[in-house]
């Protein structure tokens, strides 16, 4: 099934810093889901995006889905501590479940 | 709707032991989803049911591991015998009808296997 791959793997920033994961894929995906989950929580939905370009936002957060269908991304602007926990993109396998990365974990220097 | 509902929350047990893990999907879900998050392997789909009927149970470790759904609105995960590599954090997750929709999940049982 495709994978989609999701980069990087941690991110340390200070608050108030921007943040920014990326998912590739080597297929076209026929949409994307971007869950976070909290230190010690469970995954979250966030958003879904479906059309070539689709560009979202939820406050600070900006998702992108590129012109081909093969990346997307997560934009965080001036991040808080309430935005650490791990970021996923999962991909669909051909049964169309949810196939789950490592995803990016943000972490928020002390 | 109160989401997701999994019991127990914690688990500790000792090698050898049967555990039970319970799950209660959002009413009107028709999907299923049995996973398994450990550090060392993320995140790990084990079996997921769609109308009551299990259609994929490729994810699930070994015959120790097993699963049903009598209804649409319970199912459970039994591990027996279980053993110290069983600990993980176990989620059950469902999803509404039309395939490619959100996956809701349970806050998860957190096992112990001593």
């Known amino acids: 099934g495709q994978q989609v791959m999701q980069i990087p793997q941690y991110q340390h920033v200070q608050e108030g810093e921007d943040f920014t994961t990326y998912c590739n894929s080597s297929?076209?995906?026929?949409?994307i889901q971007w869950y976070k989950q909290r230190p010690g929580g469970h995954p979250v939905f966030l958003i879904q995006?479906?059309?070539s370009g689709e560009v979202k936002k939820q406050k600070r957060l900006t998702f992108q889905f590129g012109e081909a269908k093969k990346n997307s991304s997560l934009h965080i602007t001036a991040t808080q501590t309430t935005d650490v926990g791990t970021y996923f993109c999962?991909?669909?396998?051909?049964?169309?479940?949810?196939?789950w990365g490592a995803g990016t974990k943000l972490i928020i220097k002390p | 709707d109160a989401g997701v509902i999994q019991s127990p929350r914690h688990e500790v047990t000792e090698m050898g032991q049967e555990v039970t893990l319970r799950c209660k999907p959002i009413?009107?879900?028709?999907?299923l989803f049995w996973y398994r998050q450990t550090m060392m392997r993320g995140l790990e789909l084990l079996i997921y049911?769609?109308?009551?009927?299990?259609?994929?149970d490729s994810g699930m470790p070994e015959d120790r591991f097993s699963a049903k759904m009598p209804n649409a609105s319970f199912s459970t995960l039994k591990i027996q015998p279980s053993e110290p590599r069983d600990s993980a954090v176990y989620f059950c997750?469902?999803?509404?009808?039309?395939?490619?929709?959100?996956?809701?999940f349970g806050q998860g049982t957190r096992l112990t296997v001593v």
């Open positions: 997750a469902s999803s509404p009808p039309g395939g490619g929709t959100e996956a809701f």
């Open positions: 009413s009107g879900h028709n999907s």
């Open positions: 049911f769609n109308n009551n009927v299990p259609i994929d």
């Open positions: 297929t076209t995906l026929s949409n």
């Open positions: 995006l479906v059309k």
């Open positions: 999962p991909s669909r396998d051909s049964n169309y479940q949810l196939i």
